[in-house]
């Protein structure tokens, strides 16, 4: 049993009625209700923005073992002491997941480290290819998936190199992105997906789910130790001269 | 020519007179001189946290290539601007030196993404290993260092796994400790240097010096671009489709 | 079910009378008895090198999940055509287990690309450091282990950085070394880990065992697909043109 | 300065007559030229796979810091040995560059582990993006190239994940592909840089011999020491107990 939290801005969906019309209960619950259908043993947990305590209550958290973000306007919105303590539960072991946008979210820079930053445009056709394809969040993946339609997301990307990078996506235009990447935080684990811009029906895709919810697998540790207190840094030395 | 400048959180120093004893111009100043004598190219500067602009106004930053260091008891007292500013140049080419307790140092937490954490204990001796011996900061460096005090600093050290791990310390009393650890953030090469406790002479050991002035020509970065701007995400896409 | 074989030199067993001693049946055997105790779902196969073919027939290559490696004095003995049969059935999927003085075997050395050089001397007490406690190979184990006699390796070790290094031994005698590391190549993952000299009660320790049954479930790969050709560069493109 | 020799199997400029046209004294001859122009501190050597000793005598070899290498259609006639031979100077700090279809190449592999196997088909318009845009082998080099026409490779590419992958090509017909890849073997660098099939005019396109000429440099480790003998692995330990 994995619990799985997603947690989603949720705003574009009730202002703007295109993205209204393909995710008429948001993003969170599109990816719940499909993530659910294909992974019994997931007990998935929808959260957005404007929950009280912006959606992950200190309750809520604890009881998250892989937390899955969507983000992109109002970035800013989310707390500095919230972005801190969910990059604090991700080095103790909790996965983390930043879709599309999210790349320039709080949690997921704080744990990179860099800037975030990449090239993009208007939607375009993407091929995502897998370019590791004996990984975990690989399995049962084609050797490409088309995406009829998603914003250009494009290269120089600002990540540190990815401890793995999956899959690598080409639009059209002419452009690449590492769509697809793994990071380690400690006992975290990391993972960066591109595809799931809020104006196209990409979540509706099954080898798109397919991924997520292998990057689920992935990013679980059960070796996640929460008690640790990561802030202090002045353990008493475990050994003896001896 | 490579602009080195040596920040020092300079306290200990003025505050206890064990550590004046040992440098009684601070670890700052004794690390220009020592590192200019043998490094014509460098042209350094030493600043402390109490000069003005917590010693590092917009001019000197810009005018730096490479940024060695040292805190310790005050990591809070640097402003959390201007810790995002000198990640941000970090990301775009300038080199950072984090040297012994600047592990848990605001700009180098920034660029980590982790914790920092480490066990410590007072001091014992120390054996310093080169663990990659072709690398450029290991150059002239022998098999192992002796030191005979310093700090115990001991594993699990809270880092990203290094780009790569050049120096391994060993401490008598039965730790281990990644000592020399170098980082890559986009443009950016960050060293981190264990040894150099305030209450240790380490700074006076002329392999210690050689090791800071190697690591310095290795972080500095002659094709950092410092006009982009990382904080915009927004570039328009260099291509068109064809 | 992890189909686990484990594939031991076996001839310091039947020569030296110190050996025997400990291992009477050879390491092979005391490693399969001493893993099948802690891990139900793993079929244990112990093979040796004097066993028709080697001890890897292609029937029981062909049905290995991981594979268990002690080599010594007799690496030379290994038919260079096994060693790439191994190597290739790695890249495809295949856990690779390389114990102690392995790191000078044929399939470690094809699988790195580098020398597998590291200094050595008679045995000492060493103390085996874990730097990663949220890996999936530290899970349960203790903040260092404690082995009162095992022979001296140190650095430096000739071994590509490693994708996650995860122990490193301590030796009373002043020396480091990087004992238990992580290597991904294609869609095999290799573990390599220094204790166990023949002449050393070390797999009668619990924790060691606890860390060679961790590391058989971290390499066990189930996206393996062992039917592509990695010998045929020329696969036709999976594309047309559009 | 810097000793470059450049290797060439050069038996397609002989045998086809639409490869004679393009380089008519040889890919190493033409890469020679194109290379001194540009950087007056290489001192460059051409030679051929028809050579006497392969054209890489051990005189050779020992007056080399870097090795740029083209091989395609008779990687098998490289003696073994030679290719021991190469990949151990490697090791001990000679750069290495394996261009275009040298990822099958003796030794390229030997230092990978890995299969090196890719897709391709025949020629397309390829765009070569940046992705490490401040990476001394980036240097002045623009976001992206345009190479009219370049033999398609394709993902996956059997390699270990690059220490830092550098460019990342993108085909007209749908493909993405790793092009260049920066790898670390002991005190060697190699880079592995995709462009430039024989029925192309590749290497006279300004970029890509920036490129070459950059990742020479890089390559280039002068605390090489190759006077240590990596094949013995039984180094006296240098320290005693204490």
Redesign the interface.
Known sequence: MIRVTIWNEYRHEKEMPEVAAIYPEGIHNELKKALSKENDDFVIRAVAMDDPECGLPQSVLEDTDVLIWWGHAHHGDVPDALAEKI??RV???MGFIALHSS??SKPFL????????????DA?RE?L????????I???VP??IEIPAEE?Y?????I??????VF?????????F?SGCC??????RIFYFQPGHETNPTYKIPEIIKIIGNAVRWAY?????YSTD?????????????
Do not use: Q
């Not at 540190?160 to 990078?165: A, V």
């Open positions: 990059a604090d080095r103790k072991g790349h320039l704080k744990l990179m480290g860099t800037s975030g930053r990449l090239n993009w445009r375009d091929r290819w897998t370019v590791a394809p004996g990984h975990p690989a399995k049962g050797a490409y250009m494009g290269e120089p990307f600002g540190p190199e990815p401890n793995r990078l690598i996506g080409w639009f059209a235009g002419g452009e690449v590492r990071f380690l935080r400690e006992a975290g540790n059960p070796s996640a130790d990561c802030t202090d840094c002045g353990h008493p030395a475990p050994l003896e001269k001896k």
